[in-house]
């Protein structure tokens, strides 16, 4: 193998597979990223075997080949290269590589490719194509809610339902709930729901984050038991998890004719505020509700107090109820209306935000102590 390549192709390059590469893999061969070349690029491929990443680079070719490499040590050595503005990369005898860039040598010892795991082939099966800007704000709506804990693996993954030309996003932790829609760009004869594990969505909301073209639009490919994204030059492929998801719509309340109008920023600030006296032993925070005002507050045993008035609009009798605070911040940290519609009834019951008809958020309450 014989190539020249952009150093900042490369880096970005790294930087988009990275992430696949696990530091706990008990495989040395994990810790390594698959380099080969493509007609007139290279593929740069990681995985951890549960999720895998792609990216596809244009380069100048002499001599075809593939390789792995130390995937940190690599990116490490790339990153520091000089201003140089092509990298030159030649593969010897021995699995060694040589990396020239400006006055700077590096030779790196590598491993074969036949010793990397063979990544899933893509299949034309059932594809929908939905739009960067689109997917993006349903990622961002909704992933913040999946639960952390390992134990409840089915809950560490999204809940994606397409029916023909929507697609539905559900996640929860069992205490709140996060549901959001969207329009496909195709109307395609599919009708499937599938569990996408929560590392993978997060990995391609980075990645179409960092991509500069917003015009960009996102294939989806469903097998049977993997979904590959496919970004512009990169793709990310994943397993899908096993099982049940919950039946979510039977949390959803009916719509209440309660209705709390509260400024974002202002509620937002303020939550902020009274989290900084919260701990692990007591996490609710209080919002007391009345007609033209919310009083946030926290009385923290040992810590002190802190209390704070927002502005606001709400069409019922007063009612005080408690929230883990990071339950609130979360979601308007990802909204962007300028005011917040919550529906609220009794301090037992969950609150509400809806927008439209493509999203509802769902809270439980905690006991005030």
């Given at each position: 193998m014989k190539i020249q390549i952009k150093k900042e192709d490369m880096v970005k390059g790294l930087?988009?597979?990275?992430?696949?590469?696990?530091?706990?893999?008990?495989?040395?061969?994990?810790?390594?990223l698959l380099l080969e070349t493509e007609q007139e690029n290279i593929k740069l491929t990681?995985?951890?075997?549960?999720?895998?990443?792609?990216?596809?680079?244009?380069?100048k070719i002499e001599e075809q080949g593939a390789i792995t490499i130390p995937a940190k040590k690599l990116y490490d050595i790339v990153k520091e290269l000089p201003g140089s503005e092509y990298i030159d990369i030649s593969l010897k005898k021995n699995n060694v590589l040589y990396l020239?860039?400006?006055?700077?040598?590096?030779?790196?010892?590598?491993?074969?490719?036949?010793?990397?795991?063979?990544?899933?082939?893509?299949?034309?099966?059932d594809q929908i194509v939905i739009s960067k800007v689109n997917l993006k704000r349903l990622l961002s709506l909704t992933i913040f809610a999946v639960s952390k804990d390992e134990s409840r693996y089915i809950l560490n993954g999204v809940l994606c339902i397409i029916n023909q030309d929507t697609i539905e996003v559900v996640a929860t932790d069992g205490r709140r709930l996060a549901v959001s829609s969207c329009k496909l760009l195709e109307n395609k004869d599919i009708d499937k729901q599938v569990i996408i594990p929560v590392k993978t969505l997060q990995e391609v909301?980075?990645?179409i984050s960092d991509s500069e073209n917003e015009n960009d639009d996102i294939i989806i490919l469903f097998g049977e038991t993997q979904v590959f994204f496919k970004i512009n030059k990169t793709t990310v492929i994943t397993r899908l998890i096993e099982g049940d998801f919950p039946n979510y719509k039977n949390v959803i309340p009916k719509e209440s004719g309660k209705k709390l109008s509260i400024p974002r920023e202002a509620l937002l600030s303020a939550t902020k505020r009274a989290a900084l006296f919260t701990n692990q032993d007591s996490l609710a925070v209080k919002f007391d509700i009345n007609k033209s005002k919310v009083i946030v507050s926290k009385n923290a045993p040992y810590i002190g107090e802190v209390k704070e008035e927002v502005s606001a609009e709400y069409n019922a009798e007063q009612v005080s109820i408690g929230f883990n605070p990071v339950y609130i911040m979360d979601v308007l940290k990802v909204l962007d209306e300028k005011n917040i519609v919550f529906e609220v009834n009794e301090e037992d019951k969950p609150v509400v935000v809806r927008i439209g008809k493509e999203y509802i958020y769902v809270v439980l309450p905690m006991q005030i102590i």
């Open positions: 930087q988009t597979v990275q992430n696949a590469i696990s530091q706990k893999n008990t495989l040395p061969i994990l810790s390594n990681a995985t951890d075997l549960d999720i895998g990443i792609i990216s596809t680079i244009p380069c020239d860039c400006g006055t700077s040598h590096f030779k790196i010892i590598c491993l074969p490719k036949d010793e990397f795991p063979e990544i899933p082939k893509i299949k034309e099966k909301y980075r990645i």
